[in-house]
């Protein structure tokens, strides 16, 4: 009983959805309070019924329900219960219920929290998250049913959770991702409220900064650990390697830095109104074509399991109607719209300016490279291309570094007009920056990289200058500012640990026999013993190695039996600006071992910078502006 | 001469072009774009290796037990409409008893899998499970139902995209394997 319910929940969720769409777009078109109420209504609903099917499959799964198709292919009587529940969107059907439950709840919060804003837009806003959610929903119950019933044949035990999934990083991962991508729905439909009304001014930028900030920091959060994940499940100690689901993430987490900029901009000097809305309906159609790359079967990755061709149809559907209708929406309306623009001169609209061509250069060249190959084959008839590191590394990193150096200037700058001796002291910071990064690689390894040389001035000039000018401005420091001084200094600090990371690690291959060592930048690595232990649902050989004397880890190889899987399980050891990184390959005839021994010097500071970054977008918009409505917005707007 | 609003309207529409373009860049890829291997480059050319588990005991297996002898190899799966009108084919073929025929079962689910061999009979030696799609891509599978020829030594001497008929059974297959001989 309980998977039927789960799937009418699901159905009932759907009605909700389109009850949402139409009573928010006929109330935002005919300013009614009582349709708009009923829509706040029905969003409430949708997210009560989408979250209790959500706690339905997890039942599922608990209880080992395998005459669940969904449940016997993600699950395992063995599986320990905290896995069994991450399985629950550890497969195409139940991450889009998770997804649409994301949704569900990005409008319940919207719903609730926006009662401060004209009621037109209100309802359109609803009306389009509405108009969302009833398409991916359309798609769960049809095409896509995780509670689908596996009669007669029902098996005795379920084919396991992919034994890649089984991590801790990976039960979080996807949820963080999913928040992040829906999260910009709110954003496509401020956009298309905004150009449904006309209202595209400060005060709409003011009210959708929130939201995309918290769907930025959100996204940052899950591409953070995504890349965490692939640096110690994947066993080689790689952290990013440009691929395209990879690509999928990255592009509306840049849009998305863009847009939170441009609407900077728009919200403070009422500049690039087209641009922003622009920017905020592609921003969720690149999350859209995210979930399309990942989740349709058209990639062969480590994140694309097992999905049949057909569904990937129904998303590129629901991908064109869609962006396809915000993008029409913006041909039709935005011509109308005026920005005004009063003064050109060294400013911080100039600056925001130069971020967003950055971000779209950057934008245009990794979705470039991401869909390259595919077009590639059909051109010439099924020639192989691969877009390797080299492209991306080539465009990234100089846009990168073009970017840090005007970021340095942002604390700075003023809206208007900067006057030049302000920027006075930046040469010298940055020449003190250029200093230090020059001196830094004769202590840390004697040797010299260029690339890493500007990285790591670059870092260094915009941690100098923000941190001057959050002492400076000391005393009269406002949320908005601190959290864009903090998210600067996160990037400086990722930044770094790229520039750092990339070049300063030493990795070297072996074949040790028991009690032989290797030496790695003056430390060494003995093998103790192989012993091969087994755990619940896996067999493993654990290897004993001691460090320097005093250090010891134990990387594994483990087998899953039930999915016929090998992995890789290195030991990291994390010790004073480096991480330590064995694995353990495979046995030799001669009774040796491949292993491999790497050291990564500020490697974790790539994900630490991250995570400043994100938790500074939503210090950004707690900031008191965004909670209250302004006099002046009282006076221009009143609610009906 | 256009006007200035048509202008900046038009301005304002190539952003429809840009979604467009991608959308249509993913729809070739998906229609199997990226995962083609020319038939004509394939020939000729060694089995893939893989290592994958067979469909009933679940043992696993590899390349090299396609060795030894020719086989015809199916690739199909339950969700495949056009599989199920070439399994009556695939069923004659193995009743011939001329060749050894081997399946591979293609992102499918392994229960729907065995199902459909119950209701429609398993004229398979043994069926060999690619629930990814990886070894698909390594054959460059557009979809399911395609079929392969392989020679004793591992070599693939032809493939068939589509659902094998008698015509080509007999007028293309057929005559290749008295070759082999």
Not at chain 1, 63 to 70: A, E, K
Not at chain 1, 248 to 261: N, Q
Not at chain 1, 350 to 367: D, E, H, P, S, W
Not at chain 1, 456 to 477: D, P, Q, Y
Request: charged fraction near 15%; glycine fraction near 8%.
């Amino acid at each position: 009983m309980i998977p039927e319910l789960g799937h009418l929940l699901a159905i009932f969720g759907w009605t909700a959805a389109l009850g949402v769409l139409v009573s928010g777009f006929w109330g935002g078109y005919r300013h009614s309070e009582a349709w708009v109420a009923l829509s706040i209504r029905l969003a409430k609903l949708q997210f009560v019924v989408l979250a209790s099917s959500f706690v339905l499959l997890i039942v599922s799964f608990l209880h080992d329900d395998f005459s669940v198709l969904y449940v016997a292919n993600n699950s395992n009587q063995l599986l320990p219960w905290y896995y069994k529940i991450s399985a629950v969107w550890g497969a195409h059907e139940g991450s889009f219920l998770l997804w649409t439950l994301v949704a569900a709840t990005w409008t319940h919060l919207v719903a609730n929290r926006a009662q401060h804003i004209p009621l037109d837009i209100h309802g359109y806003v609803l009306g389009s998250l509405g108009f969302i959610n009833f398409l991916f929903l359309a798609f769960l119950i049809t095409a896509s049913n995780p509670f689908e019933r596996l009669v007669p044949n029902t098996p005795i035990n379920g084919v396991d959770l992919n034994p890649l999934l089984q991590d801790f990083a990976l039960i979080i991962h996807p949820p963080m991702l999913y928040i992040g991508y829906v999260g910009f729905a709110v954003a496509f439909s401020f956009g298309v409220a905004g150009l449904l009304t006309g209202k595209l001014d400060s005060a709409w930028a003011r009210w959708l900064r929130p939201w995309v900030n918290y769907a930025w920091a959100f996204l940052t959060v899950g591409i953070a650990l995504g890349s965490w994940w692939a640096y110690y499940e994947l066993g080689w100690g790689g952290w990013w390697f440009w691929d395209p689901v990879e690509n999928a993430s990255l592009l509306p987490w840049l849009a998305g830095a863009a847009l939170i900029h441009s609407l900077a901009a728009t919200e403070k000097r009422g500049a690039y109104k087209n641009w922003t809305v622009l920017l905020a309906i592609l921003t969720f159609s690149l999350s859209l074509v995210g979930a399309f790359l990942v989740r349709s079967g058209i990639l062969t990755s480590v994140h694309a399991f097992a999905v049949d061709a057909q569904r990937g149809l129904v998303l590129l559907g629901i991908l064109t109607v869609v962006s396809g209708a915000g993008l029409i929406l913006f041909a039709l309306r935005a011509s109308t719209l005026r920005s005004r623009l009063e003064y050109w001169g060294i400013s911080r609209e100039l600056l925001l300016l130069i971020n967003n061509v950055l971000l779209t250069i950057t934008v245009a060249t990794v979705l470039l490279g991401t869909l390259y190959p595919i077009g590639y084959e059909w051109f010439t008839d099924g020639e192989k291309i691969s877009i390797g590191s080299q492209y991306f590394n080539a465009f990234f990193i100089p846009i990168m570094l073009v970017l840090s150096f005007f970021l340095a200037l942002a604390p700075i700058s003023q809206w208007k007009t900067t006057p030049l001796k302000k920027f006075q002291k930046c040469f010298v910071f940055l020449g003190f920056a250029a200093l230090v990064a020059l001196i830094l690689p004769w202590v840390l390894a004697n040797t010299f990289y260029v690339g890493a040389t500007i990285g790591i001035a670059l870092g260094l000039f915009v941690l100098i200058t923000h941190v001057n000018s959050l002492l400076k401005r000391r005393k009269s420091l406002h949320l908005g500012f601190v959290g864009m001084c903090i998210a600067h200094l996160g990037f400086a600090i990722a930044l770094i640990g790229v520039a750092v990371t990339s070049v300063y690690s030493y990795s070297v291959d072996g074949r040790l026999a028991i009690g032989d060592s290797l030496d790695v930048s003056g430390r060494s690595y003995e093998l103790q013993s192989v012993q091969t232990i087994e755990a619940r649902n896996y067999l493993a050989e654990r290897a004993e190695f001691v460090v320097g004397n005093r250090i010891t880890v134990y990387p594994e190889r483990r087998f899953y039996p039930i999915r016929a899987m090998q992995t890789t399980e290195a030991a990291i050891r994390p010790v004073l600006f480096r991480d330590l990184y064995v694995t353990l390959g495979k046995p030799m005839d001669n009774g040796t071992w491949g292993v491999r021994i790497q050291e990564k010097l500020l490697i974790r500071w790539v994900w630490f910078g991250a995570l400043i970054m994100a938790i500074a977008a939503v210090l950004a918009c707690s900031d008191k502006r965004y909670r209250r409505l302004s006099k002046r917005d009282l006076s221009q707007y009143s609610r009906t | 001469m256009i006007s200035n609003t048509l202008r900046l309207r038009l301005l304002f529409a190539l952003p429809i072009v840009g979604i467009g373009v991608v959308i249509f860049i993913l729809a070739i890829g998906l229609r199997g774009g990226n995962h083609t291997v020319h038939p004509s480059t394939l020939i000729a050319k060694p089995f893939p290796s893989f290592e994958a588990p067979k469909l009933i005991d679940n043992e696993l297996t590899n390349h090299e037990e396609l060795l030894g002898e020719a086989r015809l190899i199916n690739v199909w799966a339950s969700w495949c409409v056009a599989c199920r009108s070439e399994h009556a084919v695939i069923q004659d073929i193995a009743a011939f008893n001329l060749i050894s025929v081997v399946g591979i079962n293609y992102k499918d689910q392994r229960v729907d899998a065995l199902d459909w061999l119950t209701e429609l009979g398993n004229p398979y030696d043994y069926t060999i499970v690619d629930l990814d799609g990886t070894l698909g891509v390594d054959l460059g599978v557009y979809g399911a139902p395609e079929t392969f020829l392989v020679d004793s030594k591992g070599y693939i001497r032809y493939k068939h995209i589509g659902a094998l008929t008698d015509k080509v059974w007999e007028g293309e297959i057929l005559p290749l394997i008295e070759d082999l001989d």
